[in-house]
Nanobody
Framework: EVMLVDSGGGSVQTGGSLRLSCAAS????????IGWFRQAPGKEREGVSC????????YYIDSVKGRFTISSDVAKNAAYLQMNSLKPEDTAVYHC????????????????WGQGTQVIVSS
């Protein structure tokens, strides 16, 4: 059984940085990569970023391009999301999730969902 554990959220001011981590157990980077969804109050959840298992390819939603960087550590079965130049609209609960990048698009495993970590960006 795959378990994903989120960590690294917090509260920062606009322009600040946070680094999210996702530790995976019962999982190896041979079929799925890891990424993050986020859900803000009153908004639909959206896929933020994914790093592929096959070639390390990455996906970012347009609103975070140039500000967020995703990476993985295959030996540790972990992934990281470095979030810079944070904006109030980035405020949400971030959940790591299994995903894959193909043809520039991200595909998500709806049955995998970390417990989430809160990110709050104040103006």
């Amino acid at each position: 059984e795959v378990m994903l554990v989120d960590s690294g959220g917090g509260s920062v001011q606009t322009g600040g940085s946070l680094r999210l981590s996702c530790a995976a157990s019962g999982f190896t980077f041979d079929r799925w990569g890891i990424g993050w969804f986020r859900q803000a109050p009153g908004k639909e959840r959206e896929g933020v970023s994914c790093i592929s298992s096959s070639d390390g390819g990455t996906y970012y939603i347009d609103s975070v391009k140039g500000r967020f960087t995703i990476s993985s550590d295959v030996a540790k079965n972990a992934a990281y999301l470095q979030m810079n130049s944070l904006k109030p609209e980035d405020t949400a609960v971030y959940h790591c999730v299994l995903c894959e990048v193909r043809g520039g698009k991200a595909y998500w495993d709806p049955d995998s969902w970390g417990q989430g970590t809160q990110v709050i960006v104040s103006s």
